[in-house]
């Protein structure tokens, strides 16, 4: 079956960067729009980031100038590149693949991000 496996995450200095990737397997990858959602602990899962098939990109206000989404189709891989972290920025970070027309929406397990002096 389809996976999509999180790496990156780890704890960070607020000012500091990470970069986080989600890695799919047994997935057309270059016809999907990937995502980057998060939870933080007690909150709803919202959307960080999303990148389109065809590149193009877009971002939650609480991001924009932050963070960058990017994917390298011929590794099947996405990116989500952040930098001048917050400590609001702590939460678990989820990677999305989504396709409408096929009707098919694929997570993967998550990665914890923690911003702390």
């Known amino acids: 079956q389809v996976q999509l496996v999180e790496s990156g995450g780890g704890l960070v200095q607020p000012g500091g960067s990470l970069r986080l990737s989600c890695a799919g397997s047994?997935?057309?990858?270059?016809?999907?729009?990937m995502a980057w959602y998060r939870q933080a602990p007690g909150k709803q899962r919202e959307l960080a980031a999303t990148i389109t098939s065809g590149g193009n990109t877009n971002y939650a206000d609480s991001v924009k100038g932050r963070f960058a989404i990017s994917r390298d189709n011929a590794k099947n891989t996405v990116y989500l590149q952040m930098n001048a972290l917050k400590p609001e920025d702590t939460a678990v970070y989820y990677c999305?693949?989504?396709?409408?027309?096929?009707?098919?929406?694929?997570w993967g397990q998550g990665t914890q991000v923690t911003v702390s002096s």
């Open positions: 999305n693949a989504d396709n409408a027309r096929l009707g098919a929406s694929y």
């Open positions: 047994r997935i057309f990858f270059s016809i999907y729009t």
